[in-house]
């Protein structure tokens, strides 16, 4: 028998770029990567790579996807006001242009027509609980591309999404990197055991300098940055995760591959594409062995 693999991309708007165009340089070398993959986990951005790969498109046009949808997603809405105080009345970004943009990707797919395991974190609002979309548990009617959509209502950058009566926004609210719940679904529900599980975990950005101890004045809008702190959050579950998850497998069998800069880069920073596609060609140049033995490794009967 061969490990049990997870996949799991964590959320980040554009950032998504970052963890595709990985996953492309990947595949180039390793090209029974993603047949060899036996759970799907993603957050947001992360919801958006996994869905993807679920249905056999191939990283490099999910490269694509971005550079030619990001501009369309991330274009603000009409204010009638100043831009200050534009963000305290309103979402900035229509969730019906996403929505245009994965019912083109996804089409009629539904969630549970898909042949390899996906989960997907969400949020739901009102009874104030993580809501989980599994393939293989959920309505067999549910269009895949809305279970997506939900995952990808991020606060303060998107309204929430209406899903079968449930208020859902972003999962990265209490999820952003879903490695650890692919781990207890791989337990659960797949009878998997713990030293047959190998996890392959790809971030989307840690940035060290969002705050300064200069600061004299911690309002919303100067010392916390509304924007600011949501990013700040979810890098923090981020990581906090990796940690934990490094405390119950064994090196060799988590893989976590990220990017640590010092300036953030916003979710709506469609700008910064071809930035994060030189931090991935960097981060696999710099990790390409590495990535390469964990791949062998995967090969490796477990006795």
Known sequence: MRP????????????????????????????????????LA??????IISASLACEIDPGRLVALYKAAGPSIFS?????????????????????????????VFGKVKLS???RPLIIPTTNLKEGLAQVFCS??????????????????????????????????????????????????????????????????IGTGHFNDCYSDNTSHWGLLNGWKVRTLTEFVSSLQSETTHQLLSLI???????????????????????????LERKAELVWARSEQRILEFMRNLEEKIP
Not at 172 to 180: D, K, L, R, V, Y
Not at 182 to 188: D, I, T
Not at 252 to 263: A, K, V
């Open 76 to 104: 603000r809405k009409f204010f009638f006001g100043p831009r200050l105080i534009e963000k305290a009345l309103q979402s900035p970004y229509d969730i019906l242009r996403l929505q245009a943009v994965l019912r083109q």
């Open 136 to 201: 293989f548990d959920c309505d067999p009617k549910l269009p895949l591309y809305k279970a997506v959509q939900a995952s990808c209502s991020a606060p303060t950058y998107f309204d929430p999404s209406m899903v079968d009566g449930a208020l859902l926004a972003d999962g990265g609210m209490w999820g952003n990197n879903p490695s650890q719940l692919a781990l207890g679904m791989a337990l659960s529900r797949f009878k998997a055991k713990l030293e047959d599980i190998r996890i392959v975990s």
């Open 42 to 47: 993603g957050t947001s951005t992360g919801a």
């Open 113 to 115: 027509a898909l042949q």
């Open 4 to 39: 049990f693999l997870i996949l799991a991309i964590d959320g980040g708007g554009i950032r998504g770029i970052f963890a595709a165009r990985l996953l492309e340089l990947i595949a180039s070398r390793c090209p029974h990567f993603l047949e060899r993959v036996n759970l």
């Open 249 to 275: 497998l064994p090196p060799e069998h988590l893989l976590r591959l990220n990017f640590t800069q010092n300036e953030l880069i916003k979710p709506d920073e469609f700008s910064k594409m071809k930035h």
